[in-house]
């Protein structure tokens, strides 16, 4: 029941998201402004606004001009239930501080990873929010690791901006500079070296297989990387004490 409860909380909260996905990078107020449909420009009901059921109730059309509608936000809802399930088996209902921060930091990772996907742009206002909460909760949960932390946001800053200057800009844009600093900010050392790890192994993937099939380009633009960022981030907490255990056993054989 508790799963339950905090997913069908993740499709409305993922339902907000939304909002800021397609908001903050045209610069629109996410409070001001009632929803409404992109092409007609109609206002949208109360009903028409229920996470999942108004779109599966109207068939993905739009009620008033029928148009089709984006499947990123049922998309989105789904990702931010699934990973509100995540954060709360990562850190149980009896640690609230925890819960509450994963809960954020998931939340961010879904905005960063669909706005970079849909825009190219990783919104700052989510990077230098998250890099205050992180702070807050390393100060009250691991002030001892404070130093480790701002040590590896910085070194990861300074990766991502060497490769920024030495490909003018065409490898990676500044967001994923400043993003760069969150991770480590996030992970600290060993983890942001996993994250990254997967990130560019990921995107190297991802990139191969456009190629063969000739689409070099998503939505317009060059490859966005913040989505393998937000996903190596995302292993990394998971999987990164395993990973790097796992590492140190076949390098070190005993």
Not at 145 to 167: E, P, Q, R, V, W
Request: glycine share 8%; net charge positive; charged share 15%.
């Amino acid at each position: 029941m508790d799963l339950i409860a905090v997913f069908i909380l993740g499709i409305f909260i993922g339902s907000f998201l939304n909002v800021l996905i397609d908001r903050l990078p045209r610069e629109e107020s996410v409070i001001k402004g009632r929803s409404h449909c992109e092409k007609c420009k109609k206002v949208l009901r109360w009903h028409d606004l229920i996470p999942l059921v108004s779109f599966i109730f109207l068939k993905g059309k739009c009620r008033h001009c029928h148009i089709p509608l984006s499947f990123y936000y049922p998309i989105i809802e789904i990702t931010t239930g699934l990973m509100f399930v995540l954060a709360l088996n990562i850190s149980g209902l009896t640690n609230y501080l925890s819960l509450i921060y994963y809960l954020i930091l998931f939340s961010a990772l879904v905005v960063v990873f669909f706005t970079d996907l849909k825009y190219g742009i990783i919104p700052d206002v989510i990077l230098l929010s998250f890099a205050i909460v992180t702070a807050i909760y390393l100060f009250l949960n691991s002030s001892s690791l404070i130093i480790n932390h701002l040590l590896s946001a910085g070194g990861a800053c300074l990766f991502f901006l060497f490769l920024f200057l030495i490909t003018k800009g065409k490898g990676m844009g500044f967001g994923d500079v400043k993003f760069a600093f969150l991770m480590g900010l996030i992970l600290g050392f060993p983890k942001i070296i996993v994250s990254l790890y997967v990130a560019f192994l990921t995107g190297a993937i991802i990139g191969c297989i456009l190629i063969m099939w000739k689409k070099k380009k998503v939505f317009g633009t060059s490859i966005p990387f913040g989505p393998f960022l937000a996903i190596g981030v995302l292993v990394a907490i998971l999987y990164g004490e395993i990973l790097i255990q796992s590492f140190f056993r076949l390098a070190l054989p005993s």
